[in-house]
């Protein structure tokens, strides 16, 4: 079995910023792109940021000067830096990650339980 945990959410005011964490465990032989997503009321899930196994990144135009992805592949981990954070970042915000378990030959997607995100005016 593989989890994603993630943590760091909560509530913050306007312009202030959060650090989310998203760490893998199981048996894990490679982890994949990981990635970021969000899902407000009312809204579909939408990606925030992924970052490949090389450090390759990608970013929603939303979200670009203001969040920065990166892993830790030593400790099975992504973060997600959000600052300048507004209001209409409120959201669950999910890890997700494709992962080759000990094993296998192939990669099979995985979801974290997500956590809050409140951004208050």
């Known amino acids: 079995q593989v989890q994603l945990v993630e943590s760091g959410g909560g509530l913050v005011q306007r312009g202030g910023s959060l650090r989310l964490s998203c760490v893998a465990s199981?048996?894990?032989?490679?982890?994949?792109?990981v990635g970021w997503y969000r899902q407000a009321p009312g809204n579909q899930r939408e990606m925030v940021a992924t970052?490949?196994?090389?450090?390759?990144?990608n970013y929603a135009d939303s979200v670009k000067g203001r969040f920065t992805i990166s892993r830790d592949n030593a400790k099975n981990t992504v973060y997600l830096q959000m600052n300048s954070l507004k209001p209409e970042d409120t959201a669950v915000f999910y890890c997700?990650?494709?992962?080759?378990?000990?094993?296998?030959?192939?990669?099979?997607?995985?979801w974290g339980q997500g956590t809050q995100v409140t951004v208050s005016t």
């Open positions: 199981g048996s894990i032989a490679n982890i994949g792109i």
């Open positions: 970052i490949t196994s090389g450090g390759s990144t």
């Open positions: 997700n990650a494709y992962v080759r378990r000990t094993g296998s030959l192939r990669f099979v997607e995985y």
